[in-house]
């Protein structure tokens, strides 16, 4: 927080609820400014989380542990191109992961 009049660096005053100025004495009232920067950081790490496993495709693949019907995946990183691809599967209920090997 800068002063407005005088542009020098203000210091907060927690218990009257102010920025005071050490130069020029103006004072500005606090505003919930710091809070509502932290609640919206916050939201974004869940919003990004959701995002990441609402992108996975699903396919039909029953759940070995559950029974579930429905499962995300994700294709296995392979380095050699004769290596078959594996597919990871990920319960979309209990969060079991298992391999299909084809
Ligand atoms: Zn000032
Ligand atoms: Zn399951």
Same mark, same amino acid.
């Given at each position: ?10 210091r907060?005053? %927690?218990? $009257?609820g102010v !920025?005071?100025?050490? $130069? ?6 606090m /505003?919930n @400014? $710091? ?5 919206? @950081? %916050? /939201? ?6 959701e995002q990441k496993? %609402? ?6 693949? #029953?759940?070995p542990k559950? /029974?579930h019907? #429905? @499962?995300? !995946? ?6 050699g191109?004769? #290596? ?10 209990? /969060?079991?992961? !298992?391999? #299909?090997?084809?």
């Open positions: 927080m800068f002063c407005p009049s005088c542009k020098k660096l203000m907060p005053n %927690a218990s $009257k !920025w005071i100025c050490p $130069k020029c004495n103006t004072t500005v009232k /505003g @400014a $710091k809070i509502v920067e932290h609640e919206q @950081a %916050a /939201g974004k790490d869940v919003a990004v989380v496993v %609402a992108t996975l495709p699903t396919t039909q693949e #029953e759940c559950c /029974g019907n #429905e @499962a995300y !995946w994700v294709l296995r990183q392979t380095r191109a004769d #290596e078959p691809e594996t597919r990871i599967l990920q319960c979309t209920k209990c /969060g079991h992961k !298992w391999r #299909e090997y084809q």
